[in-house]
């Protein structure tokens, strides 16, 4: 069997992944004949088929790579693989894996040039971007209200492959609806067109895990300048959010507009040493912090936290909420 007659008998993965693996399994042969081989390729066909049902994890998709080897365990326990490719004019777009949970929806992106194409990476930040993007969601779920793509290194400044990712700020988990997707003409410096076209997947299936540690914890917090309730506290690998109420709230609402980065109240977690847990939070959006509310009526106010790095629930303790501990752990 040829390398497109196993990527065609596998459907949608992308081929760039059946290479990868029969590449890296000829590193690790020193035999290549009678049963041997035909063991080998069984192998590396049924990792293919598990990892499209997220079994196993054989190759590496976008957001594994994006979260980091420190996190695989979350990862894997959080995570969606799609593996949906179309190719328009020479051009290649996978998705090839998703994460989100009641604020967040990340979605991994490869992008693939047509053969000799050189795509070239370098500064800061990367130059490639994809300037049009259309997001529909089934019936009865709620619109993301806002979305960005950003372009990650792919570990090779000069190949024909890119990577992104697609984060999505959800008002509810969007777990067992369908969403569509329409994403096109990639650029770089924000000014040179290199595709004009466009990839369009509809009704992918979301199969979302929901590992969200839910409290009311009920305590007085000091925040903007007063102290207001703390009535709801979720916490998920991908975000944690914040629910107030207090009057001293009403009219504060100017103070937090949404998708502002902000440093108040002060957010810290613990692991069950003691010890803080470093979460980084350096590029907007995904370390990012957005507050929203009816609070210049009745003081209610919501915060979302969000990082670039999981948040491991087994090893999380507590939090300090303005100084204030609230027990995560049972």
Known sequence: MTREQLSDALGEISPRYVEE?????????????GFFRAGLAAAVIAGLLMLTTGAVFLLKPVLQTYFGESAAYVYQKNSQILNLSQTVEGWTMTLTDCIGDDNR?????????????????????????????????????????AWYISQIPDNNEADNHLRFVLWMNCQESLHGKALSLTLGKLCHDNSVCDFDGSWTFQNIQLDLADQSIRLEPQVSVPVLDTTAT??????????????????????????????????DPTIVLYDHEGNVMQLESQH???????????????????????????????????????????????
């Open 21 to 33: 693996a029969l590449t890296e399994a000829g590193r690790h042969s020193a035999r290549s004949r």
């Open 230 to 263: 703390l009535t709801e506290l979720t916490v998920s690998p991908v975000s944690i959010t914040l629910y107030f109420q207090g009057e001293g709230l009403i009219g504060q609402c100017q103070r937090y507009p949404n998708g502002t980065n902000i440093t």
């Open 105 to 145: 929806l990340y979605v991994g992106i490869e992008v693939t040039a047509p053969e000799g194409t050189v795509l070239m990476e370098s500064g800061s930040p990367l130059p490639y971007s994809i300037e049009e993007i259309g997001i529909d969601v089934s019936e009865g779920a709620r619109h993301p209200g």
């Open 284 to 330: 907007a959006p995904f370390g990012s912090r957005a507050g929203s509310g009816d609070n210049n009526a009745t003081g209610e106010l919501r915060i979302v936290q969000s990082y670039e790095t999981f948040i491991d629930l087994d090893a999380l303790d507590h939090i300090e909420i303005c100084g204030v501990p609230i027990q995560i752990s049972q």
